[in-house]
């Protein structure tokens, strides 16, 4: 097994885990029939959880925005003599587009190539581990969501577990007790982390900055091209259209490896235009029409 694999299955365990000891130990000894509010525990977590697991999946299986490689035939010789950089201006700003020797394309502004990838991504986040895949234009709004469905899930499971071992103190040696006890004590470990990182991200979202450019302080100095307000850009992030998923892309052009000896040549026509130029400005002073024994059908003479 990669090791790249251990921390998103760290992940999945950890989420799948805490949730079904809830499910299974805690949340029925929270029903009581003759209260019926408490009817709508199971049905709120049910859902709650449902959406984690969904974002949680479009997040980790679904392709970020990568780019294709230039083709075959797009790949020239003189890679080492492109500039490094190509200048674009983006709503009156200029920026930088970067040659990626890995992909043989310029990068677009917001593009960057991943190293644990080694492929290039559309509006480039971050890779992470947890998920084991980048995050990018296609599968960041998932990521979002499930983050901050995560902190909700997380402080909501240990609410009713802490509202289960204050109705059964009495008796904390129970499996129900020991249970409660122990998602507490794992969520207690991860809420803070897990909330630090949906906070950063709710500043990133707002402001319409990326991880990337965030941590390189791409725009510390100076004005964000990309950013369309604090409203627009919450708005953009999770009800804006989705990329197109790029990776499928097949080009319309083929090489194609021809026998020179089994190519036989014919005329096309029974007539050839022949031209003679006399001087070097492209104008044509005598034309000719023949055919195919030679002999001159018409003729024309062009004064300048």
């Not at 190293?115 to 998932?142: A, L």
């Not at 100076?222 to 009800?239: I, M, Q, R, S, V």
Request: with cysteine.
């Amino acid at each position: 097994m990669s090791s790249r694999l251990i921390p998103a299955i760290c992940a999945w365990g950890l989420t799948l885990g805490t949730t079904s000891l809830f499910f299974v130990f805690v949340c029925p000894a929270l029903i009581d029939f003759s209260l019926l509010y408490t009817l709508a525990i199971p049905i709120y977590e049910g859902i709650l959880t449902l959406f984690v697991l969904l974002n949680f999946g479009l997040a980790t299986f679904m392709d970020p925005g990568y780019y294709p490689r230039a083709h075959e035939d797009e790949v020239k010789d003189d890679d080492f003599r492109a500039p490094l950089y190509k200048p674009v201006e983006i709503n009156g700003i200029a920026v930088r587009m970067k040659w990626c020797t890995t992909c043989q394309f310029y990068r677009p502004p917001r593009c960057s190539h991943c190293s644990v990838c080694n492929k290039c991504i559309e509006t480039f986040d971050h890779h992470c581990p947890w998920v084991n895949n980048c995050i990018g234009r296609r599968n960041y709004r998932f990521f979002f969501l499930f983050l901050c469905s995560l902190c909700i899930h997380m402080i909501s499971v240990f609410s009713f577990c802490l509202v289960y071992v204050l109705r059964h103190k009495e008796d904390l040696k129970t499996v129900g007790n020991i249970v409660a006890l122990i998602d507490m004590i794992i969520i207690g470990l991860l809420v803070f982390p897990v909330s630090g990182l949906t906070g950063f991200h709710i500043v990133l979202v707002s402001r319409g900055r990326t991880t990337n450019e965030q941590v390189t302080g791409r725009f510390k100095g100076g004005h964000n091209p990309f950013t369309k307000g604090c409203c627009l850009n919450c708005k953009y992030a999770l009800c804006g259209p989705v990329w197109p998923k790029l990776s499928s892309y097949v080009p319309k052009h083929r090489t194609l490896s021809l026998d020179a000896l089994k190519v036989k040549y014919s005329s096309a026509n029974k007539e050839i235009k022949l031209y003679s130029d006399a001087s070097t400005n492209g104008v044509k002073r005598n034309t000719a029409v023949v055919n195919q024994n030679g002999t001159i059908l018409t003729c024309r003479k062009l004064n300048e």
